[in-house]
């Protein structure tokens, strides 16, 4: 399952509100695009993330590997 960093602790960067409302790519990890979201709702939150993240790996499309991005800004993967 996708590990998402975004959830921010104590003395860590906030790297979620800059890219909160861009498009969430998921790639496997050759960089091939295997599903793309829109944010719904508003922005994206640490929960949401994580249900898109159930969601793929449910239906296995995860299972070899990904990389998550919002933009173009690295968030988070299954290798973390």
């Known amino acids: 399952m996708i590990k ?3 959830d921010q602790q ?3 960067p906030d790297i979620l509100s ?3 409302n ?3 790519i998921i790639t ?3 960089k091939k695009e295997l599903a793309r979201f829109s944010p ?3 922005p994206w ?3 949401k993330l994580e249900r898109v993240a159930e969601d793929l790996y449910d239906n296995r ?3 070899y590997g990904a990389d998550a991005y919002l933009g173009t800004q690295w968030v988070g993967s299954t290798e973390v």
């Open 4 to 6: 998402f960093i975004t």
């Open 10 to 12: 104590e003395g860590e």
């Open 18 to 20: 800059p890219v909160k």
């Open 22 to 24: 861009e498009t969430l």
């Open 28 to 30: 496997d990890l050759e």
């Open 40 to 42: 719904v709702n508003g």
């Open 45 to 47: 939150t640490q929960e």
């Open 61 to 63: 499309k995860t299972r």
